[in-house]
T-cell receptor, first 112, second 115 residues
Framework: AQTVTQSQPEMSVQEAETVTLSCTYD???????LFWYKQPPSRQMILVIR??????QNATENRFSVNFQKAAKSFSLKISDSQLGDAAMYFC?????????FGQGTRLTINP | DTGVSQDPRHKITKRGQNVTFRCDPI?????LYWYRQTLGQGPEFLTY????????KSRLLSDRFSAERPKGSFSTLEIQRTEQGDSAMYLC?????????????FGPGTRLTVL
């Protein structure tokens, strides 16, 4: 079975500061991919960043980067230079050949 | 192509009625996914198609739920004998599958309310 745990239901950060959202997971599959998706209020889910589990190098995408610790089954998202447009629900997601599981989400608020 | 579209956007029905939702994926995408999302929760996987073949079904997909993807293009999700617990947002997503698992592009969802 696969599980995804986001232990922070809500987070807030000052504009221009850095924030880290945590995610831990469990899986019995050897080949899987990890994602962070963002769901702005009343808007569609969009991809933030993707990580192949077989790659040791942490993925980065502009202001977004991950800290992928495979042995610890941890996949945290760091947002640098936070902007007002980053306010959203953030979901950690694992996809393997047999299972697809989202975490329960972290609501991120940006304080101006 | 303007992305994944879903129809209708909202559906209100009475308990016991049947409902059908449609999803039109991005045209070149061979993979199509259905999820259910309740308020304040993450999406829950329901089922997944690669072209016209339904490859995975969640245990959440009871015998009242059925999904099809004829000709590997659009997909429909039907719920028979709706129950109040079926009230949720139903999300469709598509992706291009060429080895591995790529970004899923999500539609706006169909919000179902069962009275």
């Amino acid at each position: 079975a696969q599980t995804v745990t986001q232990s922070q239901p809500e987070m807030s950060v000052q504009e221009a500061e850095t924030v880290t959202l945590s995610c831990t997971y469990d899986t019995s599959e050897s080949d899987y991919y990890l994602f962070w998706y963002k769901q702005p209020p009343s808007r569609q889910m969009i991809l933030v960043i993707r990580q192949e589990a077989y790659k040791q190098q942490n993925a980065t995408e502009n202001r977004f980067s991950v800290n992928f610790q495979k042995a610890a089954k941890s996949f945290s998202l760091k947002i640098s230079d936070s902007q007002l447009g980053d306010a959203a629900m953030y979901f950690c997601f694992i996809q393997g050949a047999q299972k697809l599981v989202f975490g329960q989400g972290t609501r991120l608020t940006i304080n101006p | 192509d303007t992305g994944v579209s879903q129809d209708p956007r909202h559906k209100i029905t009475k308990r016991g009625q049947n409902v059908t939702f449609r999803c039109d994926p991005i045209s070149e995408h061979n993979r199509l996914y259905w999820y259910r999302q309740t308020l304040g929760q993450g999406p829950e996987f329901l089922t997944y198609f690669q072209n016209e073949a339904q490859l995975e079904k969640s245990r959440l997909l009871s015998d009242r739920f059925s999904a099809e993807r004829p000709k590997g293009s659009f997909s429909t999700l039907e719920i028979q004998r709706t129950e109040q617990g079926d009230s949720a947002m139903y999300l469709c997503a598509s992706s291009l599958g060429r080895g591995g698992y790529n970004e899923q592009f999500f539609g706006p969802g169909t919000r179902l309310t069962v009275l």
